[in-house]
């Protein structure tokens, strides 16, 4: 494909060939004469991870001997997908393994489509830990990433009769080729019990011990993937933790005769890390959500603290050699788990354990949804983590004496900084103890950080005024357009030249003066065009939907959620249909709607949208008075290898969240390196997009963030006014609230449509008018084809900033401090 422009040698196929054969004959105990595909994947994979690790030692030990700081990467998720073609593509493989199967008649393509989706994130905030852990291989920065080996990943999306069902994913059902399970690291994880404290002994006399005997121990066992950068650059470890119950102590139970009670035990303990939790931008709120995260968490800081003691003998410069970054607030009992090591464990003075703690740990916000903040009732604390309730506790007490010695005496803001909610019931709030256990605090788009310091942090940040700082997000160009996307990736490096490979966020600049000619901006639609033909036979094999590569393809895709406004998207999809219904024969834009996203299951209206999706799409597809000009497809089970094959062949990429709401979003980016021109609001990264790529190349519209705001403060907004003001919107909001297209039920939607006429909570009224001028300009612009791929060309050649790689530069000079 594109990363090799020198072909593979004989001798590389071949050894490559012997490879792959021998792990099908040793490993997977298999003949080559009889082998299935699913076995030629498996012997495929080991043979690209026996080439990761040669390269994995000999990294890990020159991390050792050159005493590197590292960086740990604490997230509860990791949206990673499949591995095969990256490792392959990062280590320079891809055609040997191409070629070395064709030799032996396996087709590449067919066998890398096996390959189960790692889905273990919901969406953008675990995708982000994935690219990330990538960016960070490529620059050679020694890093773990840290989480949970869920048994099972995000479930199945299938769609029965429109509506979606969660099925169990299975992702482990013919084992995991690339991680190697490391029985030998493993650490006993308590929970429950009570706190004993002792007169003070040892460096510590005036301060008395305290013994924390938990009730039940659960085993984290490690299992270790590698993760390779761009050519091979360095090989870093993601460590997964697996829960077992400890034997022993149900072996007990079960000699003593009560054997179901040791099953039910065992199961408990295990059920950790049986699932992961299906919420997206809402709180998961239950308790084994709390002991997971405490479970990895305590996992992971254990064995960073063992690996650092033995390689300095000492704790007290863990700063200086260890960098904890926590994603969101899922990790932030490591600020009351550190603390209970070091004081507790280690035997270090209060004082200077919070001084290593807060110069260790640093801490990404990803929401301000007031529903997506975490807390936990003090109750429920006591009762699991009871030595981390006293902890923080002691640092509630010590932060809020210090204020006080500050002068602070303002009560409403010390309430507002305090780690305890009083108002709603006792609650622990895990994002400012998050906050005051880190010494570097981060929103990942500029706007979303500048809303932190003035709401979630308002109170914080005017106390602690340099903590917070921004780092807009970025994505893995190998990954979103290497791999996604080869057909383009071959017609950069033909114009601008091999070192593109290296050197994307420079030099796609270089592809700017290609958009004033003519025969270049031909090829990139050529390109787009192959892309959307591929995603067109998709389309009709899954969904039985003709739908016609030459429309404009207007994509929709991600999570489904209020805020991310699908609804609105729908909203504008009923208003051309019936535009085109009332002349059939006018000068239409040929248009195919593509959603696809994932509802969480317990979003009732999340999943109703969806339905009425599909109800749309049905209408829509099957009246032929609209036929071949406007189609509506919803594509199950969204994941990134669904969004790999359909980004590369968007035209339009739907980016419009009710500003202020999003905090950066990365698809939005995804989208733009591949040159879709975005339709979207000012809100998260969009911004910065925009400052990027010229509000010329973008269909910007809607109320700002600000604007946003003023009208919720004034109280003033009346969606009912704007809908008696908009006829266009009030025709469609009648048609689907009167059964239009829930004839089987045309009471269906009648809530959903009243709660957008009473709150419309999500101002979809409100820019319903502006998002329609700006779906016009869309046409007026797909019109005159040479203005479109101009632009087309823009928005990938002024894409590199978005590079994951400069996202993870700036953490590492500004907060890890470890370039
Ligand atoms: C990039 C990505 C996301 C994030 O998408 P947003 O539109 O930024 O929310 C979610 N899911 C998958 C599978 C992705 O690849």
Same mark, same amino acid.
């Given at each position: 494909?594109t990363q090799?422009?020198t ?5 590389e ?36 991870r ?13 991390v050792y001997?050159?005493g590197k700081?590292r ?13 095969l ?35 273990l ?54 084992g ?5 399970e490391?029985?030998e ?52 470890t ?9 034997a ?5 139970r079960?000699?003593? #005769? ?6 039910a035990?065992e ?25 997971q ?12 603290l ?29 600020v ?13 003075p ?6 290593l ?6 801490y990404t ?25 006293q ?51 981060n ?17 914080l940040?005017s106390?602690?005024?340099?903590r ?38 420079t ?5 700017d003066?290609f ?8 090829r ?17 094999d ?13 994509v929709h ?93 968007a035209?339009?990429?739907e ?9 950066s ?11 879709a ?5 000012l ?10 790529? #010229? ?14 705001e ?16 908009s ?19 045309p ?6 449509i009243?709660?957008?006429?009473w709150h ?10 502006s998002?329609w001028?700006?779906?016009l ?21 002024r ?17 890890w401090?470890?370039?």
């Open positions: 494909m090799e422009t072909a593979p040698t004989a001798e196929v071949a050894a490559f060939r012997a490879n792959v054969i021998s792990k099908l004959t040793y490993s997977i105990g298999k003949d080559p004469e009889h082998a299935s595909d699913h076995d030629w994947f498996e012997a495929v994979a080991l043979a690209t026996d080439r990761m690790t040669d390269e994995w030692m000999a990294r890990t030990r020159q001997q050159e700081k960086v740990y990467y604490l997230s509860l998720e990791f949206l990673i997908g499949r591995l073609t990256d490792s392959l593509s990062n280590l320079g493989l891809l055609e040997v393994a191409r070629e070395a199967l064709a030799g032996v008649d396996v087709d590449f393509d067919r066998i890398r489509g096996l390959e189960p989706d790692a889905a994130g919901n969406g953008g905030l675990g995708r982000l830990a994935a690219c990330f852990m990538e960016s960070m291989a490529t620059l050679g920065i020694a890093a773990h990433g840290y989480g949970i080996r869920y048994d099972h990943g995000l479930f199945r999306q299938a769609i029965v009769d429109g509506w979606q069902h969660e099925q169990t994913e299975t992702w482990l059902n013919f995991n080729p690339w991680e190697f490391r029985p690291v493993s650490y006993l994880i308590g929970f429950g019990g009570s706190v004993a404290a002792m007169p003070g002994t040892g460096s510590n006399p005036e301060q008395s011990r305290h013994f924390w005997h938990w009730a039940e121990g659960v085993r984290a066992i490690a299992y270790d993937t590698p993760v390779v950068g761009w050519r091979g650059a360095s090989v870093n993601l460590r997964l933790w697996r829960a077992r119950a400890e022993d102590f149900h072996l007990e079960f000699n003593a #005769g009560d054997h179901i009670g040791a099953v035990e199961a408990r303990a295990e059920s950790i890390s049986r699932v992961l939790y299906p919420a997206d931008s809402t709180e998961a709120g239950q308790e084994l959500r709390l002991r995260e405490y479970f990895f968490v305590a996992a992971s800081l254990q064995d960073l063992r690996r650092h003691l033995e390689q300095r003998g000492t704790l007290m410069n863990l700063p200086e050699f260890a960098a904890i970054q926590l994603n969101d607030t899922h990790p932030a009992i490591a009351a788990e550190l603390m209970r090591l070091l004081v507790d464990v280690h035997d270090v209060w004082r200077k354990a919070w001084e703690t807060v110069g260790t740990l640093s916000n990803h929401t301000l949804l007031p529903e997506a903040l975490e807390t936990w009732p003090v109750g429920l604390m006591e009762r699991l983590l009871p030595r981390h309730m902890i923080i506790y002691l640092i509630n007490a010590q932060h809020l004496d210090a204020l006080r010695e500050r002068g602070v005496h303002d009560l409403k803001l010390l309430r507002s900084v305090s780690l305890i909610e009083e108002d709603h019931g006792r609650r622990v709030r895990m994002g400012n103890l998050a906050f005051l256990g880190s010494h570097c605090v929103g990942v788009s500029a706007l979303h950080t500048g809303l932190m310091r003035e709401t979630v942090f308002t109170d940040h106390l602690y005024p340099k917070i700082s921004n780092k807009t997000n970025g994505i893995t160009f190998r990954r979103w357009l290497y791999q996604s996307n080869p057909q383009l990736t071959r017609l950069l490096v033909e114009h601008v030249g091999e070192e593109l490979l290296d050197a994307p966020e030099m796609l600049r270089k592809l003066p958009a004033d000619q003519a025969d270049f901006r031909a990139f639609a050529a390109q787009r065009l192959e892309n959307k033909q591929i995603l067109a036979r998709m389309i009709q899954r969904l039985g939907i003709t739908v016609d590569p030459n429309a404009l393809f207007d895709v991600k999570r489904i959620h209020e805020y991310k406004r699908q609804l609105l998207n729908l909203l504008h999809t009923v208003a051309l249909y019936q535009a085109i219904r009332s002349d059939p024969g006018g000068n239409w834009v040929p248009r195919v709607k593509i959603f696809a996203g994932k509802a969480a299951a317990s979003y009732h209206t999340a999943k109703l949208i969806i339905k009425l999706t599909n109800d749309i799409a049905r209408t829509i597809n099957d009246d032929p008075t609209v036929r071949g000009l406007l189609k509506v497809v919803f594509l199950p089970n969204y994941n990134v290898s669904l969004a790999e094959r359909i980004i590369p062949a035209d339009l990429s980016q419009i969240s009710t500003a202020g709401l999003e905090a979003g990365t698809s939005n980016m995804k989208f733009a390196l591949n040159g021109l975005t339709i979207g609001t809100d998260g990264a969009n911004v910065e997009m925009c400052e990027q790529i #010229g509000a010329d190349h973008m269909f910007i519209f809607g109320m700002t963030a600000q604007e946003v003023a009208r919720k403060q004034a109280n003033e907004y009346n969606a009912e006014a704007t809908i008696i003001g006829p266009r919107l009030n025709e469609v909001l009648m048609a689907i609230r009167n059964g239009a297209f829930s004839a089987d039920d009471a269906r939607y009648t809530a959903l009243d709660g957008l006429k419309d909570t999500f101002m979809v009224c409100a820019d319903f008018e998002y001028k700006a779906q300009e869309v046409e007026a612009r797909w019109r005159d084809a040479d203005s479109w791929w101009r632009s087309a060309v823009f928005n990938t050649s894409t590199g900033w978005f590079s994951s790689d400069r996202t993870i530069r700036e953490y590492a000079e500004e907060i401090k470890v370039l």
